[in-house]
Structures are given as structure tokens and as C-alpha cells.
């Protein structure tokens, strides 16, 4: 699958969520998913999101409470506060997060895994 099919087709799945969704939201999800993928943790600090996104704190704060309250407001991440340092939040995936983000990048897995049978 090449690049543009597969960005094609996450914007098309985060569109199924709201089609007016602004990039910010979009990269967000994004940066946390790959972190918290990167890292093996169930969370991210949302400091993390800010220092990694080309976007003011203002509009990772913003996308955090979409985020949040999205979804019949059940939402897609929850946010705690950092027991070592109280002014910064911690965020991880609700259940239905998790599988929005599994659908986000789960066919681009699967390509992968074939690119590399297909090099042995």
C-alpha cells in the first residue's frame, strides 16, 4: 500500500469520527498512539504531546478535552493527574480509544508484516 492510500485512508477513519476534524486533533491522537506504542506504556504526559507537535499548547489542550469528551461522551482518552508532579496530566486510552487507534493503524501493520515476509 503506498503512502498516500494509507493516509488516505486514516483521514477517511478519523473523518468517520467528525468530518470537520482540524489537523491538531488528528495529530494528537497520532502523537500519542505512537509514543505510548514506543514506549510500552499505557500513558503519554501531555507535556510530551506539546514539545513533539508543530501547534501552540492552546490547541493540544483543546484537542485533549475533544479528545476526552468525545464519542457519546465516553471519550477516547482519559486524563489523570501526575502523582510526581501535579501540574501535568497524564493521558492513556479508553477501551474504545484503543480501538479507534488499532483501526488507525492496523491495515499499515499488516502491509508491513507482508513487505517483510516478502524480503526473506
Do not use: C
Not at 501526575?82 to 496530566?89: A, I, T, V
Amino acid at each position: 500500500m503506498s503512502h498516500s492510500t494509507t493516509l488516505l485512508r486514516q483521514l477517511t477513519h478519523f473523518a468517520t469520527v467528525d468530518p470537520t476534524i482540524s489537523l491538531p486533533m488528528m495529530m494528537t491522537l497520532t502523537v500519542m498512539a505512537e509514543e505510548i506504542d514506543r514506549t510500552g506504556e499505557r500513558w503519554v504526559r501531555q507535556e510530551y504531546i506539546r514539545d513533539n507537535m508543530p501547534v501552540s499548547s492552546a490547541s493540544v489542550s483543546r484537542a485533549v478535552t475533544y479528545w476526552s469528551k468525545h464519542h457519546d461522551g465516553k471519550g477516547f482518552v482519559t486524563t489523570t493527574q501526575d502523582p510526581q508532579d501535579r501540574r501535568l496530566s497524564l493521558l492513556s486510552f479508553t477501551p474504545s480509544g484503543n480501538m479507534f487507534v488499532q483501526g488507525l493503524f492496523s491495515r499499515q501493520e499488516k502491509n508491513d508484516e507482508e513487505d517483510e515476509s516478502k524480503d526473506t
